[in-house]
Nanobody, 123 residues
Framework: QVQLVESGGGLVQAGGSLRLSCAAS????????MGWFRQAPGKEREFVAAISQNGRIAYYADSVKGRFTISGDSAKNTVYLQMNSLKPEDTAVYYCAADRLRIGVLSGEYDYWGQGTQVTVSS
């Protein structure tokens, strides 16, 4: 089992940047594929980005491609989401997730979740 704790959210103006962190504890971090999802009020949880166990494969939602970067640091048991050129429509609670079997884009494919961190982008 793995426990996930997100941090780094906050309030930022449009065009600004934030870096989210997801610290993992429990089983070896490198055993898991990691994903970031987000959920805005009144909307379904949606895929943002995912990275493979070895860090060699990454997927992004079209809405964030070219602006967000997912990365991992196995020595720190942490996965990051660097978010640049933020837009008001990026406002949401951002969740970190982990799964051992696949690099999924569907929330149901992930077994472990953090509690979420709020990102608010003002116009």
């Amino acid at each position: 089992q793995v426990q996930l704790v997100e941090s780094g959210g906050g309030l930022v103006q449009a065009g600004g940047s934030l870096r989210l962190s997801c610290a993992a504890s429990g089983r070896t971090f490198s055993s898991y594929n990691m994903g970031w999802f987000r959920q805005a009020p009144g909307k379904e949880r949606e895929f943002v980005a995912a990275i493979s166990q070895n860090g060699r494969i990454a997927y992004y939602a079209d809405s964030v491609k070219g602006r967000f970067t997912i990365s991992g640091d196995s020595a720190k048991n942490t996965v990051y989401l660097q978010m640049n050129s933020l837009k008001p429509e990026d406002t949401a609670v951002y969740y970190c997730a982990a799964d051992r079997l696949r690099i999924g884009v569907l929330s149901g494919e992930y077994d472990y979740w953090g509690q979420g961190t709020q990102v608010t982008v003002s116009s």
